[in-house]
């Protein structure tokens, strides 16, 4: 009969504790050296990025939320100052679509706007900007 309980100790794979008993494919002494671990490796994973690259992922995720945080209705109108008020930065964007007429919209993936007169801005959402 072959039992998944070993008596053979193994080693921690977070703290180096040698003497880990219980299932064959056990890899950590407890849930905290297995959390602590697993968060380290997530944390190397953000690591791999270069400081600029976070620092423009911050700015799309806030440009993103601000925009769908105002923009309830699919199309909205608001003025700059308020978006400039949020924290949207236009200068950070992630696609833009020029119509026909010639305007052009600018996305932060799918939350769009385009800007009007008097310093208005109509807010816009396009789902199919979102490409796979």
Do not use: W
Request: hydrophobic fraction near 30%; charged fraction near 25%.
């Amino acid at each position: 009969m072959i039992n998944s309980i070993t008596d053979i100790p193994k080693e921690c794979r977070n703290c180096g504790e040698k003497n880990i008993f219980g299932r064959s494919d056990k890899k950590f002494c407890n849930d905290a050296c297995r959390i602590d671990h697993n968060n380290k490796l997530k944390m190397e994973k953000r690591g791999d990025y270069p400081e600029f690259v976070k620092h423009i992922t911050k700015i799309l995720t806030s440009n993103y939320q601000v925009l769908r945080k105002l923009n309830r209705n699919a199309k909205t109108i608001v003025s700059e100052q308020q978006l400039t008020d949020l924290g949207f930065n236009f200068h950070y964007i992630t696609s833009y679509l020029t119509i026909q007429k010639g305007d052009v919209y600018h996305f932060c993936f799918d939350q769009g706007y385009l800007k009007i007169k008097d310093n208005q801005v109509l807010l816009v959402a396009q789902p199919e900007q979102i490409k796979t």
